[in-house]
Every structure is written in C-alpha cells, then in structure tokens.
C-alpha cells in the first residue's frame, strides 16, 4: 500500500466514513462494512485530504492526467469533481473542466443544463469520479446519459474511493462488466486490501477489524466477492 492510500485508509477511519457493522446495501445485500465518503469530506480539511488522495491516485496511479473532463454523477459526485479539479490545479498544476449530472431535468432557466451541468463537449475524454462500486449498474447508466447529450465522448474510466471487488447477480465481477462497456475501474483502495491492512492493527489505540469482524467480511466476501 503506497503512502497516500494508506494517509487516506487512515482518514477514512478517523472521520467514520468507513464502519463496521451490519448494512444494508441499495442492492439488498446485507454488508459487514459500510463506505460513506461524505463523511470525509464534510469540513475543509476533510475535504482537502480526501480531494488529495484522489488526485494522488490520477497522477501517480495509473489513470494518467490525458483526459479532458471529470464528471461526477450525482449526488455524492458532485462534490467529488470539484474537489479534485481544485486540487489537480493547486497541486500540480493541470487544469481539466468538471461537471454532473442532475437527478431531475431542471424545466426553467438556462435551458442548456436541464440535465448536465458543466462545461463536457462533443469528444471529451472522461473521467467519472465516485465513493464506491457495487453492481456497476448506476455507472453504465450514467455513461448512456452522457453520450446521448455529446458526441463521440471517450471513456477514461470510473475513479472511486474504494472497489468493493464484488460479483453482480449472475456471478460476474463488477469491474469486468464495466470493462466491457468501455468503463475501466480504477480506485484508490481494494476492500480485499482494506481489511488486511486493518486486521488486528491498532489504530489510535482501537482495533477495529478483530477476528469477528474479518470472518464476517470473509464469508460476506466468499458469497458477494470476485474470485481468484
């Protein structure tokens, strides 16, 4: 685990974005672990570090800066796309355009952001931000909106916080149906590598992942997690 993966494993710790627990999940899944990035980004600072950790990862991971937009979908996107933006510019300075998308088409005003909001134009290359992935669902979706309002858009890949690593209904992983659909996953974090990493460590003298916890996390992941 390379240092700002694990400065954000930490933060995400500290700030209670990441719980241990019992969760029901969107997908009706009941999971050991839940992953509320809000909460990381809910002051100033917060916001910084996790803005931080998502510009580290484009720039020394292996995404690469030779895209044009970062869009977020929303809700918890929106936020995202911004932050990053700001800080791929203060940090580094690399400028890229941001956006997202609206849940509910906007009838009055500027009529040309009834639905997308953001300066996206026809052959961007794309990069989606987000929390997390599950199903992969949501992100197809969202990739048809984009390129039913822009042309011969690119697809750069899905960034998120942290790829849960889990298989849909039919048993496939997640990140390889999105592969199909020209999407690839990136992420800052593997859950896999989360709870290894968290296994009996004491962090500001609390363990939080104990052997209880991991045998939740290992049988929920035997039955919802992607095969070797």
Partial sequence: MKKYQEDF???????????????????????????????????????????????????????????????????????????????????YSIEKRWGYDRKEIKDYGDNTEKELIGDIRDGDSVLIVDDVITTGKTKIDNWKTLSYFKKDLKPKGILVAVDRQEIDESGRPTSEILEEEGLPVYSILKISDVFEYLFERSINGKTYVDEEIKKCFDDYFKKYGVKD
């Fill in 9 to 91: 494993l930490i933060h995400l710790i500290r700030s209670e974005a990441l719980k241990f627990g019992t969760f029901k999940l969107k997908s009706g899944r009941i999971s050991p672990y839940f992953i509320n990035i809000a909460k990381a980004m809910n002051t100033g600072s917060k916001a910084s570090m996790t803005a931080n950790s998502y510009a580290s990862e484009i720039v020394n991971g292996h995404i690469g800066v030779d895209f044009d937009y970062i869009h977020g979908p929303a809700y918890k996107g929106i936020p995202l796309s911004v932050m990053i933006s700001s800080k791929l510019w203060d940090v």
